[in-house]
């Protein structure tokens, strides 16, 4: 069956920087966009940054963007999200997605991992 496991979370200072890994089975990496996501408390899952199906293209939240770059390995069928300059309004829970299609999109992703929490301190 498929599945999504995030990895990668932690706490940090703020200005410091974390890597999160999105690790895919289940499915074939040139068959679906990868997307993440967070949600933080109070706050709607906010999208926040897309990448195509090879890897060429990709998207991001202006609140993100600049900052972190997203990126993927489809030999080794993980996804990552490079996170610097982190500030105390990027707390969340990170989630990584996945749709089958070719556009990056904001919505449309049906299979979801579990996530990992990112906590910025001051």
């Known amino acids: 069956q498929v599945q999504l496991v995030e990895t990668g979370g932690g706490l940090v200072q703020g200005g410091g920087s974390l890597r999160l890994s999105c690790a895919a089975s289940g499915l074939t990496s040139s068959t679906y966009v990868m997307g993440w996501f967070r949600q933080a408390p109070g706050k709607e899952r906010e999208f926040v940054a897309g990448?195509?199906?090879?890897?060429?293209?990709?998207y991001y939240a202006d609140s993100v963007k600049g900052r972190f770059t997203i990126s993927r390995d489809n030999v080794r069928n993980t996804v990552y999200l490079q996170m610097n300059s982190l500030k105390p309004e990027d707390t969340a829970v990170y989630y990584c997605a996945a749709r089958f299609g070719t556009r990056i999109t904001q919505n449309g992703y049906s299979v979801w991992g579990q996530g990992t929490q990112v906590t910025v301190s001051s």
């Open positions: 990448i195509s199906r090879s890897g060429d293209s990709t």
